[in-house]
């Protein structure tokens, strides 16, 4: 529906694109600019044209980077996508218990991310932490500063038990979205469990679980607090995952360059991997 | 296919019910007939969907018992009651064909392929949507998709009742037509049990063989809809069927003759003396408009022309008062009177018609 | 006041939603909107109201250009099928809000909402919230903050479809009263015929996005100048048959009658379900038809028809049980024959309709 068109109100949104050009356009463009010159500091640029990006791409440290990166996020999707489903299924649908479990639920994504990476980081040591602790005691051989396994562990089930109710909770509301009419009627029809979640429950959660899917794949994908906090990375290159890699190289090495072709590209990536989930899920929606 | 017993059936919200008030749905004896077309009428709070839901199962109601034939299904939930329902919003699958859509509570059940492939040819035969069996059900209209639920209501042929809620709220006028046309069709065809629950007095006298009028909680009455338009046996009743409703004077009754504004009216029959508050009632169909002395006195407010007849409306001693005029009869410029049919003439006492004849039977 | 629309279209992504309009609302008059869903009534009132823009076409208030006006602009309001109060306020609050918006003083603002409230008979509600107030009175509550404004368009969008009948029935009746006590321009959009019968002033009836035709209600509805009038302003809808016109007599099958002035050809005969009748009357011929279902309404009896290809209703008074299936012999009067050409123009009025 179109409106009558009044262009003064233009004028009302100037002070806001001022704002997105200063903190987001400049900077972006620095790093664009960065990325074509090399400089050794005192402000001295050279044309460095696509050497950086070359650098980049063929860089077998970044490669490996991506790969733990790809894992990673394809893992945290695989448990969290469907432990939210799940879990938002089984959530009371009114009364005192489903505010309580609303907000136990909502608990987690209260935290500031640092802190998470650092009660996890606590809770697994092994001299101190109750988690660390009592896995060692029991006999299994569990330490993340020098198993890469048990940090991969340690990581996974920290970002699982941060972020699944954020799924469990836009799943809940599409849910809660849902006539009793149709539950009723899927009883008379005879419905079984599992075709009442097929038919009618998942259908309409369709929406938010693209919003949960991209939302939970964009920031697994630039991950970077947590595990700094937690390993560091390590032990050795087990858990560098593209952020911290980056952040290695820009402020650990300061190759500028590399980094900020590394940044275009990395922000390309995540671009294209979001179209592609949005198209993907907006197409099996039809087809469903 | 059953027939439905209601054996001192009540239902409250609450869980401690004292007063008359606390009762969504005050005690009552029904007995519906296997094979009959049955509505319960009423405005929005009267219990009708209480009602509804206690027969599909989904409320157990706080006393009293539901037979379906012999069989007391009071505690059974709605699965093990065999009964299909179609709801006042569409409900379909969306991700699913039109076909897959009717075949559903046939799979469910097991029933072989065969057998669900003829069936669902037959029912979208029925309610016109064999062109459309391959589409997908998102992007339907709202026509269509209600068709649809129709469609799977009727799909059973071993239901022992079909429930309708208010089944036609989303259809434009003439679609209502098609629709009503081909369910009073399909219940002559197959002779299900059919239960519509509507607000619409059109809706409900025109489906049903039986219609059941509801008001606070309580039947006020059952029958024919050719009873509950000539003798209408509460006011609510009067009021509730027929557009505009049964007229109602305060009247003072003196055997055959009855004390309106001032003027005396002839009643068809002889009435003992009457205690509590007397009204005569008479549908606006039954109305004549004159002049002179005969009747009652009628000012006219406004006339509303509706095509196949005129409903004048004005008022007898400060009440208000329609007259239904046909569109082939003349309205007199200079009236001023109105003239009741008696042999449609109705008294009420407290509200309940006074049926003089009965009365007669009993003494 | 008045409102005119020049030549307003309205197309969006190429479909046309509203074909070229032309229509004039008369100063304090009663407007009804008549036609099926997506007939193009809510597009053709947000045109109106200046919610949208029209394709091309000018919107005349008062003699003034207002089609680049905004709506906030210009005085008009809008009730629609959903009951819209805020739901935290008291109803008074509700009324008042939209003076509140335009600043008007405290002690103005008091007298209006007393007065709109004594005229919409909210008066016992006022401290109360929209929830807790039935269906009917919701709605009122939303009407009295579209009139308090006194604003000279009122707009109802199948302001009575969410109702419950009776409540539609009683509400119905009382808003031609509202409508003459505000003094403003109604316009009102229904689906139902007998709705705009009802409410009476004028009727313009849509279909898919065309006005097929303005005027008194009642003359539109005894006098459609096509086809497609008269279907969408009938309900049960209209009887249609083909009829042969031979030597000026008009004929459906034995039964024929004089239809003079008119060409030698083929025709379809409209009339409408009243007009059948089961027994015969002055001057009516008798037409075979196979009944298919009776519906009983307590006073009148619907039969539903077949008539060779012909699907018909007819709406007869009294209560008539006949078998399903039967050889039936209805009467009709020619007086209630409508004539139009085969491409659905009015040939010949029914002559009962032009001697009225």
């Avoid at chain 1, 990006?53 to 945290?76: C, K, M, N, P, Y």
């Amino acid at each position: 529906m179109d409106k009558p068109v009044n262009n003064r109100a233009w004028f009302l949104v100037l002070p806001v694109l001022a704002l997105v050009a200063f903190s987001a356009i400049l900077p972006l463009m620095t790093v664009v600019n960065y990325s074509l010159q090399d400089t050794f500091g005192n402000n001295q640029f050279f044309w460095a044209g696509l050497e950086w990006f070359e650098e980049v791409i063929h860089s077998d440290r970044i490669r490996a980077a991506l790969g733990r990166q790809i894992i990673f996020s394809a893992t945290i999707l695989a448990i969290e996508i469907p432990l939210g489903i799940f879990i938002a299924l089984n959530m009371p649908k009114k009364g005192v218990w489903a505010s309580f479990c609303l907000v136990v639920m909502a608990l987690p994504l209260l935290i500031p991310w640092n802190v998470v990476g650092t009660i996890w980081q606590v809770f697994g040591r092994v001299d101190i932490g109750l988690l660390g602790y009592t896995l060692t005691k029991l006999g299994v051989s569990y330490n993340y500063v020098n198993d890469p396994v048990a940090a991969w562990i340690t990581i996974i089930v920290m970002d699982v038990w941060h972020w699944t109710s954020l799924v469990a909770l836009l799943c809940y509301a599409g849910l809660q979205s849902i006539p009793d009419a149709y539950y009723q009627a899927a009883r008379i029809d005879q419905a079984s469990r599992w075709k009442v979640f097929r038919y009618i429950e998942l259908p309409k959660m369709q929406g938010v679980l693209l919003i949960a899917v991209l939302l939970r794949f964009m920031d697994s994908f630039m991950i970077y607090t947590e595990p700094f906090v937690l390993t560091g990375g390590g032990p050795g290159n087990a858990t560098t995952f593209l952020s911290i890699d980056l952040v290695k190289m820009a402020v650990g090495q300061f190759d500028l360059g590399p980094a900020a072709a590394f940044s275009l590209i990395y922000f390309l990536v995540i671009l294209l991997i979001s179209f592609v989930f949005y198209t993907v899920m907006t197409k099996e929606g039809e087809a469903l | 296919m059953t027939r439905i017993t209601l054996e001192n059936l009540a239902h409250s919200y609450l869980p401690n019910p004292s007063k008359d008030d606390d009762w969504a749905l005050k005690p009552m004896d029904m007995v519906w007939q296997d094979g009959g077309a049955y509505a319960l009428l009423g405005s929005s709070g009267c219990g009708k969907s209480t009602l509804l839901n206690i027969i599909s199962g989904l409320l157990v109601p706080s006393q009293g018992r539901i037979l379906f034939g012999e069989r007391d299904v009071t505690a059974l939930p709605t699965l093990e009651r065999n009964i299909a329902q179609v709801f006042q919003f569409p409900v379909v699958y969306d991700t699913m064909s039109v076909r897959d859509n009717l075949a559903f509570p046939l799979k469910n059940r097991g029933l072989p392929a065969d057998q669900i492939a003829a069936r669902v040819a037959e029912v979208a035969e029925m309610i016109g949507m064999s062109a459309t069996l391959d589409r997908r059900a998102r992007g339907l209209t709202a026509d269509a998709k209600q068709k649809i639920s129709l469609g799977r209501g009727m799909v059973r042929q071993d239901v022992n009742a079909i429930l309708f809620d208010e089944p036609l709220t989303v259809i434009d006028p003439h679609m209502k037509w098609e629709l009503r046309t081909q369910l009073k069709d399909l219940h002559r065809r197959f002779g299900h049990t059919m239960i519509y629950v509507t607000h619409d007095q059109t809706e409900a006298l025109t489906f049903a063989d039986q219609v059941v009028v509801m008001y606070d909680g309580r039947v006020v009455q059952a029958g024919t809809p050719q009873a509950l338009f000539e003798a209408p046996e509460h006011t609510f009743v009067g009021y509730f069927i027929g557009s505009p409703g049964m007229n109602l004077l305060e009247a003072r009754i003196e055997g055959a003759t009855a004390h309106v504004a001032g003027a005396r009216i002839t009643l068809a029959q002889g009435y003992g003396p009457l205690d509590g508050r007397t009204q005569i009632g008479i549908r606006p169909e039954f109305l004549r408009l004159g002049t002179g002395d005969e009747g009652l006195p009628f000012t006219i407010r406004r006339i509303e022309d509706v095509g196949h007849h005129r409903i004048v409306r004005g008022q007898v001693d400060g009440t208000e008062v329609n007259v239904v005029v046909p569109e082939s009869q003349p309205l007199p410029a200079d009236a001023d009177r109105v003239v009741p049919d008696p042999a449609h003439l109705h008294v009420y006492r407290d509200d309940w018609r006074v049926d003089p004849a009965r009365r007669e039977r009993a003494a | 006041m008045s409102l005119e629309l020049r030549g307003i279209t309205k197309s969006v992504g190429g479909r046309v939603q509203i074909h070229p309009t032309d229509l004039t609302l008369q100063p304090g008059s009663m407007n009804v909107l008549l036609g099926p869903t997506l007939a193009g009534k809510t597009t053709l009132m947000r045109l109106m109201a200046g919610l949208d823009k029209p394709t091309a076409g000018r919107v005349i208030w008062n003699g003034a250009d207002v089609t680049d006006q905004r709506v906030q602009d210009r005085k008009v309001a809008m009730v629609y099928q959903q009951f819209i109060n805020y739901p935290s306020m008291s109803v008074r609050d509700n009324i008042a809000s939209p003076l509140r918006l335009m600043g008007v003083p405290r002690d103005e603002i008091d007298r209006r909402v007393h007065e709109t409230a004594e005229m919409m008979r909210l008066t016992p509600m006022l401290d109360r919230r929209p929830l807790e107030l039935s269906g009917g009175q919701q709605q009122r509550c939303a009407l009295a903050r579209a009139l308090v404004k006194g604003a000279g368009l009122v707009l109802l969008d199948e302001p009575l479809a969410n109702l419950d009948y009776k409540l539609r029935e009683e509400l119905r009746a009382e808003i031609p009263r509202i409508f003459e006590e505000s003094g403003a321009i109604f316009v009102y959009a229904t689906t139902e015929p007998e709705e705009a019968l009802l409410l009476g002033g004028h009727t313009a009836t849509l279909w898919e996005g065309r006005v097929t035709q303005f005027g008194p209600t009642p003359a539109v509805y005894r006098a459609p100048q096509d086809a497609t009038t008269a279907r969408v302003f009938s309900d049960p809808p209209m009887n249609f048959t083909t009829v042969t016109l031979a030597a000026g007599r008009a004929g459906i099958h034995a039964a024929q009658w004089e239809a003079g002035g008119l060409a030698d050809g083929d025709y379809v005969a409209g009339f409408r379900p009243a007009h059948l009748s089961l027994s015969e009357t002055p001057g009516a011929v008798p037409l075979s038809a196979i009944l298919d279902t009776t519906e009983i309404t307590g006073a009148r009896t619907f039969l539903h028809l077949r008539h060779g290809p012909d699907r018909w209703v007819g709406l007869v008074d009294g209560v008539h049980r006949r078998d399903h299936g039967q050889q039936l012999t209805v009467w009709l009067d020619p007086a209630h024959v409508y004539l139009f050409t085969t491409d659905g123009r009015l040939a010949r009025t029914a002559p009962y309709a032009a001697a009225a």
